[in-house]
Nanobody, 114 residues
Framework: QVQLVESGGGLVQPGGFLQLSCIVSGNIERRYILGWFRQAPGKQRELVAD???????SYMDSVKDRFTIARNTHPNTVSVHMTDLKPEYTSVYYC????????WGQGTRVTVSS
């Protein structure tokens, strides 16, 4: 089993910034991908950014110049630094672990509003 605990959500004004963090623990495999997804009301969950155990990153096109994903070891964490936030980014953001199994965090709400 793998446990993921997110933190860092909240209310931020348009154009502002926020950092989400996720602590990953448990039976972590040698090869894995850690990612951040988001799901707005009435919409499907979508991948925002992810990073592999070797450090390869990928981003949703609309956030490429705004978000930066990073990971650390000891303890295992994955974070996403989000800048120039827009109201349409308002969602619940989920941390995800993908290897031979797939695990999700409980989600953290991000609201971008003035």
């Amino acid at each position: 089993q793998v446990q993921l605990v997110e933190s860092g959500g909240g209310l931020v004004q348009p154009g502002g910034f926020l950092q989400l963090s996720c602590i990953v623990s448990g039976n972590i495999e040698r090869r894995y991908i850690l990612g951040w997804f988001r799901q707005a009301p009435g919409k499907q969950r979508e991948l925002v950014a992810d990073i592999s155990n070797s450090g390869i990153t990928s981003y949703m096109d609309s956030v490429k110049d705004r978000f930066t994903i990073a990971r650390n070891t000891h303890p295992n964490t994955v974070s996403v630094h989000m800048t120039d936030l827009k109201p349409e980014y308002t969602s619940v953001y989920y941390c995800n672990y993908r290897a031979s199994t797939n695990y999700w965090g409980q989600g953290t709400r991000v609201t971008v509003s003035s």
